[in-house]
Nanobody, 118 residues
Framework: QVQLVDSGGGLVQAGGSLRLSCAAS????????MGWYRQAPGKERELVAT???????NYADSVKGRFTISRDNAKNTVHLQMNSLKPEDTAVYYC????????????WGQGTQVTVSS
């Protein structure tokens, strides 16, 4: 079974940065799309960013220009660089993977907490 382990969350002040990492148990080259979701208390789960096997990226409007997703096939890792963090970015962030480019992810990490103080 594929396992995704996400890490890198923490507490940061508004305007600061965090870098999330997602380590896969196997090769991520087999995934057509990987990405990050987040969920804050009382809010709907939100797709934050995705990256396809060909390197195409997509971002939620709320994070566009501030977050960057990257994929390192050699290390079987995906990263989410988060800059200019805002309190509304506070959430549990989940790494995800999908075999196909479109559709819902089939694999999820355990989640890592990101808290941005004002």
């Amino acid at each position: 079974q594929v396992q995704l382990v996400d890490s890198g969350g923490g507490l940061v002040q508004a305007g600061g940065s965090l870098r999330l990492s997602c380590a896969a148990s196997g090769s991520i080259a087999s995934f057509g799309r990987m990405g990050w979701y987040r969920q804050a208390p009382g809010k709907e789960r939100e797709l934050v960013a995705t990256i396809t096997s060909s390197g195409r990226t997509n971002y939620a409007d709320s994070v566009k220009g501030r977050f960057t997703i990257s994929r390192d096939n050699a290390k079987n890792t995906v990263h989410l660089q988060m800059n200019s963090l805002k309190p509304e970015d506070t959430a549990v962030y989940y790494c995800t993977a999908s075999v196909r480019v479109f559709g819902n992810p089939g694999y999820w990490g355990q989640g890592t907490q990101v808290t941005v103080s004002s």
